[in-house]
């Protein structure tokens, strides 16, 4: 390989200790270039302003999917037998002589707890909390009131 003379670049030398006796403006266009910079790389939403807002924007609360809804449920001993997470299909027997109808009220509702059951309240059942809709925790209300219920493990 042949020999060649070092390349050197003229005002190199001069132009490092220029800008090192101009601090300030090497600084302040240092910060110009890097606020260029984050602008250019923020969110690419269109709809939105750049830079801090002046005021928080106000969250839309969407309507609750699930609510919780305490049922009592005839049979206590079956009670025992629900953990946490479980999912269960809800009956309702209504209480007649000859028989009534008996109906699902939800199904696949998960139980969020199993509360410990007092002695008084072992005769008329025990209570469960389950995880369901809106609308079938108004249903599981009603039968409530005019039924027995039951649960089924799914």
């Not at 302003?49 to 206590?76: C, F």
């Not at 309240?121 to 108004?138: F, I, K, N, Y």
């Amino acid at each position: 390989m042949p020999h060649f003379a070092p390349v050197r670049v003229r005002g190199g030398r001069y132009q490092l200790r220029r800008l090192l006796r101009h601090r300030r403006r090497a600084a302040a266009a240092g910060l110009a270039v890097t606020a260029a910079a984050l602008v250019a790389a923020g969110p690419g939403d269109a709809d939105r302003t750049r830079g801090h807002p002046v005021v928080e924007p106000v969250r839309k609360h969407r309507a609750v999917e699930a609510v919780a809804a305490p049922v009592r449920i005839a049979d206590g001993a079956t009670v025992r037998l629900l953990r946490p997470g479980d999912r269960v299909d809800v009956i309702a027997a209504e209480d007649t002589a000859t028989g009534g109808d008996a109906h699902v009220v939800a199904r696949g509702a998960r139980v969020t707890e199993v509360p410990e059951p007092l002695d008084a309240a072992a005769e008329s059942g025990a209570l469960v909390v389950l995880s369901v809709p809106r609308a079938t925790a108004a249903r599981l209300a009603g039968a409530s009131a005019t039924a027995r219920l039951a649960v089924t493990l799914c």
